[in-house]
């Protein structure tokens, strides 16, 4: 009798948090106090502690939980290690723009919380760093699945939330639409006891 064993793999955790309504305002008035700056492909939040606002400190505490969630439930690593939200900003992409392939550095899990996207304003995509037979061959796939595919690709909707390991890579499709794009990244860092090779110790 022939098994199949699912090696090593990387979960990709999937969750929801309603839009409060009055987070259309919230993100209006940073853009009209230019509290956005333009980057090469889109556009960013000036602070990256939007999460910190006395308005949104309830979606942080629920943010938090899906991370933990993450970790305890699915990874299943042990409740000695806490996590702490670091950054929060809002990234927002209008007609044509687009977010270049990236990871999120000096941050262990991040996540993003979709908070105003529509059918084509841009699907996320991650990407497999290394093919299943290297990545200097590749075979024409019959059907894919997550033993062949070299990216998985998620279509947003509005309170979707994504949470994954900060090394992943991805990168997010262009606006197709006439309506902005926002979304709210975030990076978290452990707090508590890391084992390396040698011995443990405690950040």
Known sequence: MSEVVDLFSIPLYKSFLEVPSFMEDHVNKLQKKFHFEKLSTGYKS???DVLEHKLLLECKNQLLSSVHDYFYNVLNHTNDVKFELIASWFNL??????????????????GVWYIDVTEDSGDIA???????????????NVKDNHYNRSCYIHKPKNGDVLI??????????????????????????????????SAPYTV
Do not use: A, D
């Not at 991650?126 to 290297?134: A, L, P, S, V």
């Open 46 to 48: 000036r602070v990256e």
């Open 93 to 110: 992409h209008k007609k044509g723009q687009w977010c270049h392939e990236h990871s999120h550095t000096n941050s262990t899990i991040s």
């Open 126 to 140: 991650f990407i497999r760093e290394q093919n299943i037979f290297g990545n200097g061959i590749e075979f024409e």
């Open 164 to 197: 994954f390991p900060s090394i992943m890579k991805h990168y997010v499709y262009e606006n197709m639409t006439n309506k902005s794009r926002i979304s709210l990244p975030f990076n978290c860092v452990h707090r508590g006891t890391v084992w390396t090779e």
